[in-house]
Antibody, heavy 126, light 110 residues
Framework: QLQLQESGPGLVKPSETLSLTCTVS??????????WGWIRQPPGKGLEWIGS???????YYNPSLKSRVTISVDTAKNQFSLKLSSVTAADTAVYYC??????????????????WGKGTTVTVSS | QSVLTQPPSASGTPGQRVTISCSGG????????VYWYQQLPGTAPKLLIY???QRPSGVPDRFSGSKSGTSASLAISGLRSEDEADYYC???????????FGGGTKLTVL
């Protein structure tokens, strides 16, 4: 059974870099039908897609965050990671990792979120 | 401001049928599939409807989705107390090359 588990610091100082890792179990991150992605949810607010990555390294990023975001994949560890630089209080949120199913067309989009991790809370504060 | 527009709240009594709307544009709902996610209090979102109107295994047939033009709807029939949750619509946006969500609709079962 597929499981995704987010991990990383729960507190990050303003202007620093937020770093999170998602460990995938029950499936290979090199599966050709899937992207892997990050979505966040500020307290009391809605969902915001951050970006997605294919095992080959191909990425899609939210244009509003693109200048600060890097998503990478480690196929040996079956993990993928998020780095968000120059954080402010507005980046305080629950961060979810997810699997995205792209099926037979993984070249024109990143697929849809079909399985989510439980989420991890990140607070930006000094 | 979310790219997709949903009503912030909806309500109904047990057994009733309720619908939640989601309005977008030509670059997202107008040309791509719509997805719906259910978020129970304190939990992660869960896929409820994919490719406009398909239910994943385990989702009751009380939940149904539809799409017309640049709008979509989620219908819940035979409303139950456990349906009380936040519901989000989502679509791929070709102009942004990324996912956009609705602001979410909080469903209250009275």
């Amino acid at each position: 059974q597929l499981q995704l588990q987010e991990s990383g610091p729960g507190l990050v100082k303003p202007s620093e870099t937020l770093s999170l890792t998602c460990t995938v179990s029950g499936d290979s991150i090199t599966s050709s039908s899937y992207y892997w992605g990050w979505i966040r949810q500020p307290p009391g607010k809605g969902l915001e897609w951050i970006g997605s990555i294919y095992y080959s390294g191909r990425t899609y990023y939210n244009p509003s965050l693109k200048s600060r975001v890097t998503i990478s994949v480690d196929t040996a560890k079956n993990q993928f990671s998020l780095k968000l630089s120059s954080v402010t209080a507005a980046d305080t949120a629950v961060y979810y990792c997810a699997r995205l199913y792209c099926g037979g067309d993984c070249y024109s989009w990143s697929g849809y979120m079909d399985v989510w991790g439980k989420g991890t809370t990140v607070t930006v504060s000094s | 401001q979310s790219v997709l527009t949903q009503p912030p709240s909806a309500s109904g009594t047990p057994g009733q049928r309720v619908t939640i709307s989601c309005s977008g544009g030509s670059s997202n709902i107008g040309t791509n599939y719509v997805y719906w996610y259910q978020q129970l209090p304190g939990t992660a979102p869960k896929l409820l409807i994919y490719t406009n109107n398909q239910r994943p295994s385990g989702v009751p047939d009380r939940f149904s989705g539809s799409k017309s033009g640049t709008s979509a709807s989620l219908a819940i029939s035979g409303l139950r107390s456990e349906d009380e949750a936040d519901y989000y619509c989502a679509a791929w946006d070709d102009s942004l090359s990324g996912w956009v969500f609705g602001g979410g609709t909080k469903l209250t079962v009275l």
